[in-house]
């Protein structure tokens, strides 16, 4: 499943990655003076729905692994999209959270920074923590000069800790 709340991302991840069609991309705004095209595929066993992060359509343990990339800190509710991460993951499974921890509230940079304090509540929520990086770097390209983007983020794996 993929899961987003923009209905024209869900649309053109559908036209390329259920129906195959080619992506084409107009990069000239960033200097390239042509287009790019990204060849899609055709995959059957991937479907795409609309909802937001703090309220997943999916029955409580039902999911092998959830994956939240770069949407942490940009959740109306941080704490609520952890709840429903750690509700629809399976006992066994695994939630994969990577995050640049750059919060739009100043509420959450007090709530989870220094990223000691996300380990703490994962923690409290009865998870496990298997993997904890917290200089992982992800470079967004900007233009054809080179220009970029540097993340800083913070890269984590846990499941469900056991119950004594």
């Known amino acids: 499943w993929g899961i987003d709340y923009s209905y024209q991302l869900l649309k053109r991840a559908e036209e390329a990655w259920i129906k195959g069609a080619p992506m084409q991309l107009n990069l000239s705004k960033y200097g390239f003076s042509h287009s790019h095209q990204i060849q899609g595929k055709t995959l059957s066993n991937l479907k795409f729905g609309l909802a937001k992060a703090e309220s997943l359509p999916f029955d409580d343990e039902s999911q092998d692994v959830v994956l939240s990339s770069?949407?942490?800190?940009?959740l109306e509710d941080p704490i609520l999209g952890l709840q429903e991460m750690k509700r629809?993951?399976?006992p066994k499974g695994r939630?994969?959270?990577?995050?640049?921890?750059?919060?739009?509230?100043?509420?959450?940079?007090?709530q989870f920074h220094p990223p000691i304090k996300l380990y703490h509540l994962l923690t409290?929520?009865?998870?496990?923590?298997?993997?904890?990086?917290?200089?992982?770097?992800?470079?967004?390209?900007?233009?054809?000069?080179?220009?970029?983007?540097?993340w800083q983020s913070l890269g984590v794996v846990c499941?469900?800790?056991k119950m004594i």
């Open 70 to 74: 770069f949407l942490f800190d940009r």
């Open 88 to 90: 629809i993951v399976r």
């Open 95 to 110: 939630i994969i959270l990577v995050s640049p921890l750059n919060f739009l509230k100043a509420q959450y940079w007090d």
């Open 124 to 150: 409290e929520m009865g998870l496990e923590i298997i993997d904890w990086k917290e200089e992982l770097r992800t470079n967004e390209p900007l233009d054809i000069r080179g220009n970029e983007i540097a």
């Open 159 to 161: 499941k469900r800790a």
